[in-house]
């Protein structure tokens, strides 16, 4: 209750037609927003640059959907009929009387209940060092799920990997400290692929050894010729395919295909290639071209990190994604016999309610 010059005002009671017009608007409201929140799960592929560490890019992606998110159009604040005082001059002095107002309810205010959307898990595939560059998994809702599906189907990736022969440092990168110097006339394309195909043929018997099968099973010979034939565990870095796509010496790229490696890993192999060429090499650039079903023309580059263009790209990967987590699983069980789960249909039961987390009314 009020107390106002000694008059006792009650509170008012909402009449039914005001909360009627409540009703319709918050209704309004989640008509609005469920479609949102199923636009923002799935998975979807950026564009990371070389210096920019990847929880950094997470970070922004994260605070540019949840800004776009509560820009958007907010329920109207709920109304409330509230009687007020007024006051008038009359025969026996100041006479009071009470006036019906219909007010907006200041918890609906969104500088008292602040930003509707305050919470948006986003999560990381595979990841890159500060280094390199190239494609970089993101999902949201849903997709923290289907990141961990794919991570299990231990899909390939490839990258773009530039060399420099005649120097060596200690972190195997043109940015390490130099401990060598050395001659690299003497290396042709010829020497160069030779030791690249000594490297692919040590690295395919590898892959058979960790693929658990048999070498000389029908079922290995099947598996090798759909492309399915890869580890069934973690395993130590495996490289499936390599080739040099230019060679100006000093200078050479690689294009590499590989499994469970570390962009530190490929900085080593080429100062290993290096030594076996009898000289040295380091890496200047590591750039991650696919990353399973994600390629480089799916990453969005920072200039489309907004709300319409990952709603875009997460809509464009759905039917990739579940082709992925289902037909590449069951093409495996139904050579092998064995009875492995996709997960698709229960990740998405448990993360129904995955999404944006928006503040209790």
């Known amino acids: ?13 909402p009449a039914p037609w005001c909360l009627m017009v409540v009703c319709f608007q918050a209704d309004r409201m989640v008509r609005l927003t469920w479609p949102l929140f199923q636009t923002l799960r ?29 820009s958007l159009e907010q329920r109207v604040p709920r109304q409330q009929i509230r009687f007020l005082p007024s006051f008038t001059e009359g025969e026996n002095g100041v006479e009071t009387s009470l006036t019906v ?29 500060l280094r390199s ?19 299990n189907r231990h899909l390939t990736k490839e990258y773009t990997v530039q060399g420099s022969f005649g120097t060596a440092t200690e972190d195997f990168s043109d940015m390490g400290r130099l401990i060598e110097r050395t001659t690299y006339d003497h290396i042709t394309l010829e ?6 195909a000594v ?15 048999d070498l000389k099973s029908q079922e290995a010979y099947e598996l090798a010729s759909r ?19 230019h060679l100006s010496p000093p200078k050479f790229t690689l294009a590499i295909q590989c499994l469970h490696e570390t962009q530190q890993y490929l900085r080593k192999m080429v100062h290993e290639i290096g030594l076996e060429l009898k000289s040295s090499a380091v890496c200047t650039h590591v750039r991650r071209t696919r990353d399973g079903i994600f390629t480089v023309e799916d990453a969005l580059v920072r200039t489309r990190w907004d709300l319409q263009s990952i709603q875009a790209a997460i809509q464009d990967s759905r ?12 093409g495996y069980s139904a050579i092998l016999g064995e009875d492995m789960p996709t997960g698709v249909k229960g990740q998405e039961r448990r993360s129904r309610r995955s999404g944006p987390r928006p503040v209790g009314d």
């Open 133 to 151: 560059s190239g494609v970089l998994v993101l999902g949201v809702g849903n997709g923290n799920q289907q990141l961990v599906c794919l991570h």
């Open 101 to 129: 107002a219909q007010l907006p309810v200041l918890a609906d205010h969104p500088r008292v209940k602040g930003p509707k959307f305050v919470g948006l898990k986003v999560g990381a595939g595979h990841r890159l060092d």
């Open 1 to 13: 209750s009020e107390v106002s010059d000694g008059c006792l005002f009650p509170l008012p009671v």
């Open 42 to 70: 799935g998975l979807f592929a950026v564009y990371k640059p070389p210096g920019v560490h990847w929880k950094r890019l997470r970070d922004t992606v994260e605070t540019k959907l949840l800004k776009e998110l509560n």
């Open 191 to 196: 020497r160069l692929e030779r030791i690249i």
């Open 227 to 245: 492309g399915l034939l890869r580890p069934m565990h973690k395993s130590p870095p495996i490289i499936t395919a390599i080739r040099c796509v």
């Open 199 to 213: 490297i692919q043929g040590i690295h395919q018997r590898a892959l058979l050894t960790y693929s658990g099968i």
């Open 319 to 330: 039917s990739k994604v579940n082709a992925t987590l289902g037909e590449d699983n069951s």
